[in-house]
Nanobody, 124 residues
Framework: QVQLVESGGGLVQAGGSLRLSCAAS????????LGWFRQAPGKEREFVGA????????YYADAVKGRFTISRDNAKNTVYLQMNSLKPEDTAVYYC?????????????????WGQGTQVTVSS
C-alpha cells in the first residue's frame, strides 16, 4: 500500500510559481507511477500530469504543458509538481495519486491511492 500527503499549496498571484510536494509512505512507492490531478469548484477532477516509477518519462495535460514539471526523488519518497506561470484557471485542489502508469493516465477512476489534496488559489 501507499499513503500520500500533499503540501505546498497556497495563494499566489497570476504569473507566479508554486511547488507542491507529495510525501509517500509504503514500500510500493518506488515502483509506482505517480500522478497529479486537480479539481476546481463545480468541475470534475482532471488529469494534470504523471511520472513513471523511475522518473524516466513524464506526461502532461495540454493545459499545463510547458508550465508545470513533475519530478520525483525515490530516496525521499517524494514527488513534486513545479508550477510556473500560474493562471487563475489553475485554481483547484491538487491531488497526487499512485498506481500503474496505464491506470493513472487512462483509467483514473481505478486509482486506489490518493492523497487528501492541497488547495492552490491563483489571483488575477
Amino acid at each position: 500500500q501507499v499513503q500520500l500527503v500533499e503540501s505546498g499549496g497556497g495563494l499566489v498571484q497570476a504569473g507566479g510559481s508554486l511547488r507542491l510536494s507529495c510525501a509517500a509512505s509504503g514500500r510500493a512507492f518506488s515502483t509506482s507511477a505517480l500522478g497529479w490531478f486537480r479539481q476546481a469548484p463545480g468541475k470534475e477532477r482532471e488529469f494534470v500530469g504523471a511520472i513513471t516509477w523511475n522518473g524516466g518519462s513524464t506526461y502532461y495535460a495540454d493545459a499545463v504543458k510547458g508550465r508545470f514539471t513533475i519530478s520525483r526523488d525515490n530516496a525521499k519518497n517524494t514527488v513534486y509538481l513545479q508550477m510556473n506561470s500560474l493562471k487563475p484557471e489553475d485554481t483547484a485542489v491538487y491531488y497526487c495519486a499512485a498506481g500503474a502508469w496505464r491506470t493513472i493516465v487512462a483509467a483514473p477512476s481505478d486509482i486506489a491511492y490518493w492523497g487528501q489534496g492541497t488547495q492552490v488559489t491563483v489571483s488575477s
